[in-house]
């Protein structure tokens, strides 16, 4: 089952990702809510090995790139900007509480 979002809004003067999906949910997320769950191949290695992955104060998502249909490439500011984030784990991180 495809799960995408129905809307995208980056704030980029707050630094917020806005989404919005079929079921109702919706979610602003943070640069730093989204940059403790980053995707990239070092932190899901941090995680994998039972490291918590947190974010430096204060990074901000500055970029996001679509990937085809399938989600999100982020990048941050403090230099993590290899994460693909699958519209599934994005719907899933509106599950938990969100800012
Ligand atoms: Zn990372």
Redesign the pocket.
Known sequence: MGTVPTEVVWHQASGVLALAWADGRAAHLSGPVLRAA?K?A??EQRRRSGESVQAPVGTQLTALHPIGPQGLQLVFSDG?DR?IYPWPYLHQLCLEPCE
Do not use: F, W
Request: charged share 0%.
């Open positions: 980053c990239c070092g932190c993590h994460g």
